[in-house]
């Protein structure tokens, strides 16, 4: 049984559909790549698995679970974590107190460990920890958003465009963060505009278009292959 | 320099040869400082026009006093309204009715309870006491309720900021008429013909007892609520939730208990500054209606949402309105205070502790 499964999700916002018949499913340990051109449904697809929008029809399975009426505060409590791709981290709290809220389901104890050890991971936050996060730069902001979402030591870390307005090094960073997450047996479901670099270094990747997935297959494969290159890829 | 404001218009000149001047010129006009230097100028104005009319020192000192006293319980109030504000993004014109309820409810109380001396040198007794205690958590379930009938069912319908507002002014002229159904118009004291004598402090400052119990409870519940946003996890929660309300669910928050608990403390604390505001006067039906304009007035001051910056905006409505009266008629007190209100939104918007841009 699969960790996460998308069955048949068709939804929208308002009258407006956006995503119709997708399916996807997502394996314990996986990083699966979901890339396509903008406007394809990336982001929607994520907000229906993470509870911010109701699928019309269809169903969102964590575990075997019906997930798809469950508000987000409850969703976290299961093991699945999410990345926004903007305004995902709290500008006006400290960064330690972005860490503490993402482990707000917590109770205490535990909180001051899993700190130390996003701070291992991201040794940058450790220096900002008094700091505004508002007032960190880009790179930074990814981090902590990213270290906010594991506190709550997830199986599953769902990520939105983590690259996005990103300078080219930084870019690197957040990757190499990205697998080093997944080799502690984080599985990772990703949207990534960066379609080439992201469909590497994932297992298996989805291939989005007007609102349905339409190739799939291992990672490193679609980026070679020649027709999702011409088609999404851009060359 | 570059570094500080990666996103305005400031940083991006500031990388050019030479920043134009006016940019310059409008950006200093509308930093903290011009609006403290504005706000100090207006103080100073107003304490020189009452020397200029030879009112006494003593008369002035003891004026900015009860001005102090007169900002605590403001305090109370925009505190209340800055934090449904930043919760729930809407601006709550009831809050002033609860403001009222709470000294009404208070007064209920204490017609009950049995009647024990006073606490001397203060002219209330232990009853005053707990008829505030009682009051406090009412008036939150009050507003809980209000909530959960009239705001939930806007929320779920996701209302536009105008319906909120109509409908948070419905509810200010049905608890007032309430009150008025209840209690009618008459003026009541807590206290009829109580002598609360004057205390002799230095520098001939003339205060009561109960104006400094008044000043010290309503900073002790600013304080309390202080350490409630900074250090409890439903305070940090609450923050959360005003800054990022999408996020704080992701990051596992129900924001709908947070939502409940916004109106409960911000139901409390209006109730407090309602039954101190009875005390240093008299209850009348339109209280909080008066005191509705001067809140408004400090939660914009101090900056939208920002608990920090109602108080202090607060203290500074509390002081001019009580120092305005050494030469204007008392009931001058809220232009003074909508004056000021007028001035923070020309010089600086986001106000005093608001973020820039805002």
């Known amino acids: 049984m699969p960790l996460l499964k ?230 | 320099m570059a570094d500080l404001d990666p996103t305005g218009a400031t940083g991006a000149a500031t990388d050019a040869t030479s920043p134009p001047l006016r940019e310059r010129v409008r950006a200093a006009l509308q930093s903290r400082t011009a609006l403290v230097v504005i706000i100090l100028a207006v103080l100073a104005l107003l304490w020189w026009s009452a020397v200029a009319r030879d009112v006494s020192a003593e008369r002035l000192l003891s004026l900015t006093v009860w001005g102090v006293m007169l900002g605590g319980v403001i305090a109370l109030g925009a505190i209340g309204l800055t934090l449904v504000y930043g919760v729930l993004k809407f601006p709550n014109f009831s809050h002033g009715a609860m403001v009222t309820l709470g000294a009404y409810l208070a007064f209920a109380f204490m017609a009950v309870l049995p009647q024990g001396p006073a606490l001397r040198p203060f002219s209330f007794g232990w009853e005053f006491l707990a008829a505030l205690v009682l009051a406090m958590p009412l008036v939150g379930v009050v507003a809980l309720g209000l909530d959960r009938v009239v705001y939930r069912r806007l929320r779920r319908q996701n209302a536009s900021l105008v319906l909120f507002a109509m409908a948070s002014l419905a509810m200010a002229f049905f608890l007032r008429s309430l009150i008025y159904l209840i209690w009618g118009p008459d003026f009541y004291f807590y206290y009829d013909a109580r002598a609360n004598p004057v205390l002799d402090l230095p520098l001939n400052i003339r205060v009561q007892a109960d104006q400094l119990f008044i000043v010290v409870l309503a900073f002790a519940i600013v304080g309390l609520v202080h350490l409630l946003l900074t250090r409890t996890r439903m305070g940090k929660a609450m923050r959360a939730t005003a800054n990022n309300p999408d996020l704080a669910q992701i990051r596992g928050i129900n924001t709908e208990r947070v939502i409940a608990w916004t109106w409960i403390m911000g139901g409390a604390l209006a109730a407090a500054g309602g039954v101190m505001y009875g005390l240093s006067s008299q209850l009348r039906p339109e209280m909080g209606f008066w005191l509705l304009l001067p809140m408004f007035a400090a939660v914009i001051m101090g900056g939208v949402g920002n608990p920090r910056g109602a108080l202090v905006g607060a203290l500074i409505i509390g002081v001019t309105q009580q120092v305005a009266t050494a030469f204007l008629n008392p009931a001058y007190g809220p232009a003074v205070a909508f004056a000021l209100m007028v001035l923070t939104l020309l010089v600086r918007p986001q106000g005093l502790f608001g973020a820039r841009g805002g």
């Not at chain 1, 698995?49 to 508000?71: A, C, M, T, Y």
């Open chain 1, 6 to 235: 998308v069955d048949g999700v068709t939804s929208g916002y308002g009258d407006m559909e956006v995503l119709r018949d997708v399916s996807l499913a997502v394996e314990a340990g996986e990083i699966v790549s979901i890339i396509g051109p903008n406007g394809a449904g990336k982001s929607t697809v994520m907000k229906v698995v993470f509870g911010q929008l109701r699928p019309w029809q269809g169903k969102v399975e964590l575990d075997g679970r019906d997930i798809s009426r469950l508000p987000p505060y409850e969703i976290v409590t299961l093991g699945m974590c999410y990345v926004p791709q903007v305004a995902n981290i709290f500008t006006d709290l400290t960064v330690e107190e972005n860490l503490e809220l993402g482990a707000f389901a917590l109770a205490g104890r535990e909180v001051a460990e899993r700190k130390a050890r996003i701070y291992e991971l991201f040794p940058r936050l450790k220096e900002r920890a008094r700091q505004e996060a508002g007032k960190m730069s880009g790179g930074e902001r990814q981090m902590l958003a990213m270290g906010s979402a594991l506190m709550l030591d997830p199986r599953l870390l769902l990520l939105d465009e983590p690259s996005a307005g990103l300078a080219p090094k930084m870019v690197d960073v957040i990757f190499e963060r990205i697998i080093r997450v997944n080799q502690t047996g984080v599985a990772i479901l990703m949207v990534e505009q960066n379609a080439r670099e992201s469909l590497k270094m994932a297992h298996r990747g989805y291939v989005m278009a007007n609102g349905q997935n339409r190739v799939e297959g291992p990672g490193p494969a679609l980026a070679d292959d020649p027709d999702v290159a011409r088609l999404y890829l851009g060359g």
